[in-house]
Structure formats: C-alpha cells, structure tokens
T-cell receptor
Framework: GQQLNQSPQSMFIQEGEDVSMNCTSSSIFNTWLWYKQDPGEGPVLLIALYKAGELTSNGRLTAQFGITRKDSFLNISASIPSDVGIYFCAGQGRSGTYKYIFGTGTRLKVLA | SAVISQKPSRDICQRGTSLTIQCQVDSQVTMMFWYRQQPGQSLTLIATANQGSEATYESGFVIDKFPISRPNLTFSTLTVSNMSPEDSSIYLC??????????????FGPGTRLLVL
C-alpha cells in the first residue's frame, strides 16, 4: 500500500546530540502523527499535529506540520540512550476517515 | 488515552492452521483497526472493525483470510486463517482516540508476534 517516505532511514548519534527526521508525501494530509516503537512493543503516540504550520512540543521532542501539508518534521533535543527505537510518522488524508498511512520509519541508535 | 491489551502476545503456529487474536480496550471506542507489521517494515492497515456490521477491508486483504469480529464497543478479534510462513508478522490493534471535541489520534495495543513455521 501507499507509504510516506521518511528520512533518514536510520541514524547513529552520540548521546546529547540533537536529532532531526522528516516525513514527506506527494499527497496533502490533514493530520500528522508521530510515534515511537520500542523493540517488542506497539507504537506509542508522541505528538499529534492538526494544522499546517503548527509547531508542537512534548518534552525534548518538537514536531512541525509543514506549510505545504505534504511533510512533517520531528526533532529530538539532547538525545539520551532511551531515545533508541523506530520513529514512524503517520498521515491522514481525509478528516473523519480515521485511516492513517504510515511512514517507512527512522531507526535511531544512540551511542552513549 | 485508552488502555489496549492483546492476546496472545506471541505465538508460533504450524502452516495451515488458524489463530485468533483478541483486542480489549478499557473504554468504549467507536473505531477499532487491525494492522500488520511485517519484519523490519512499517505498519499496513488490514481493516477497520465496525461494531454491529462487517469489517471494511483494505486493498489486498480479504475477509476469508482475515475474518474480524466486533461484538461490542470494547472488543474485537482478528483471525489469521490457513496460515503460511508469509503471515509471520506483528499484528496490531488500534483504536481512535477521538472524544469531544474531535481530535483525531490513534492508540495502539502492544501487538501479537506471530511466527508461522
């Protein structure tokens, strides 16, 4: 099925560094969600975005809904070892359908 | 957010058999969804489980292979029928987080890890 493109696909960073990842689509989305999935667990919702240009923070995480509505960005500041995991974006094209398309994922590995 | 549990958490099955996965939510929800996550891959929506009516399946998924029940607003089951090794995946239940006012989100259960031999 259709997927959103996430980049980078994977990344190694040093503890304390900031991390940026993005999600892009050829289609317009009305809602963007960002999830983190730890090994052996289901995805956990980190941030939800509902308006173009919206910037929302959750602790060290900040996400933005792109102005074009075709992309979204997630930043993690001062990374720590527990930030390790796979980060997924998810976009909803039509409000009210509750159907989300998931990104390909960014695998983050933090070196202590 | 809703608390979602799934049973079993994992299973190893023989090809040709069927497995039914249960999803229980601690509050009534309108929409429940079933996803598949193949090894190392992203999530793909299988179907939307509708209370009181047949599930709505996405392209590439059919009721005969993935029958779904939704007997009430807190429970759903997904059966993986006539399994083959290609069905080895994580199966995830999710629910909509909408409450008044409308804000659309989705919350996931812990997943069921299925290995078909």
């Amino acid at each position: 099925g259709q997927q959103l493109n996430q980049s980078p696909q994977s990344m190694f960073i040093q503890e304390g560094e900031d991390v940026s990842m993005n999600c892009t689509s050829s289609s317009i989305f009305n809602t963007w969600l960002w999830y983190k999935q730890d090994p052996g667990e289901g995805p956990v919702l980190l941030i939800a975005l509902y308006k173009a240009g919206e910037l929302t923070s959750n602790g060290r995480l900040t996400a933005q809904f792109g102005i074009t509505r075709k992309d979204s960005f997630l930043n993690i500041s001062a990374s720590i070892p527990s930030d390790v995991g796979i980060y997924f974006c998810a976009g909803q094209g039509r409000s009210g359908t509750y159907k989300y398309i998931f990104g390909t994922g960014t695998r983050l590995k933090v070196l202590a | 957010s809703a608390v979602i549990s799934q049973k079993p958490s994992r299973d190893i099955c023989q090809r040709g058999t069927s497995l039914t996965i249960q999803c229980q939510v601690d509050s009534q929800v309108t929409m429940m969804f079933w996803y598949r996550q193949q090894p190392g891959q992203s999530l793909t929506l299988i179907a939307t489980a509708n209370q009181g009516s047949e599930a709505t399946y996405e392209s590439g998924f059919v009721i005969d292979k993935f029958p779904i029940s939704r007997p009430n607003l807190t429970f759903s089951t997904l059966t993986v029928s006539n399994m083959s090794p290609e069905d080895s995946s994580i199966y995830l239940c999710s629910v909509d987080g909408t409450s008044l006012p409308v804000q659309e989100t989705q919350y996931f259960g812990p997943g069921t890890r299925l290995l078909v031999l």
